[in-house]
């Protein structure tokens, strides 16, 4: 399974955001997926299994099955929330 973190432009706050999944991961004891990050105008609907973005990029991507959207990406709280749900109705815990 592939995640991936994007950000609107530039690469920053995906790497940030790459680097908080793997973590949030990692303290969740799931192994065996791969996470990468990019920036929108990069991403294609077979990219990844799960895109993982903020909000305020959300609407404008089309086609994209699986998606975590954030109210904040430096909240690792509700980042933990999410994969946690979203992998769980994935089959992937």
Do not use: W, Y
């Not at 609107?8 to 990468?36: K, W």
């Not at 690792?76 to 749900?85: A, C, F, I, S, V």
């Amino acid at each position: 399974m592939k995640i991936l973190a994007v950000c609107g432009s530039g690469l920053g706050s995906s790497f940030m955001l790459e680097m908080n999944i793997q973590e949030v991961l990692a303290e969740m004891g799931v192994g065996g997926i791969t996470v990468e990050h990019s920036d929108l105008s990069s991403v294609t609907p077979d990219a990844a299994d799960l895109f993982v973005m903020a909000r305020d990029i959300a609407d404008g991507t089309f086609g994209l099955k699986e998606m975590i959207v954030l109210n904040s990406i430096i909240d690792r709280n509700e980042l933990k929330e999410k994969l946690q749900q979203t992998l769980s109705e994935m089959g992937k815990l």
